[in-house]
């Protein structure tokens, strides 16, 4: 019941588009936030990643064939 009375708000995942990637981690680390970038290989689990519900997390995603 809770999650219907505020479904806007929980589901909802901040986002950014970022042209210039340069310093982008960098920014990240100095703002809190740890990076994790994906990649197909898979060779590591997300869960063993996250160390804590409350941490700052940036996901860093890339196109499919140029990727990051």
Excluded at 22 to 46: C, I, K, Q
Excluded at 49 to 63: C, E, F, I, K, N
Aim: proline residues 6%; neutral net charge.
């Amino acid at each position: 019941k809770a999650v219907r009375t505020s479904m806007g708000r929980v589901l909802s995942v901040p986002y950014a588009r970022v042209a210039e990637h340069d310093d982008l981690v960098a920014s990240l680390r100095e703002s809190g936030l740890r990076s994790l970038a994906f990649t197909p290989s898979g060779d590591v689990d997300l869960r063993e990643l996250v160390t804590s519900p409350q941490a700052r997390l940036a996901l860093l995603v890339g196109a499919e064939a140029p990727g990051l």
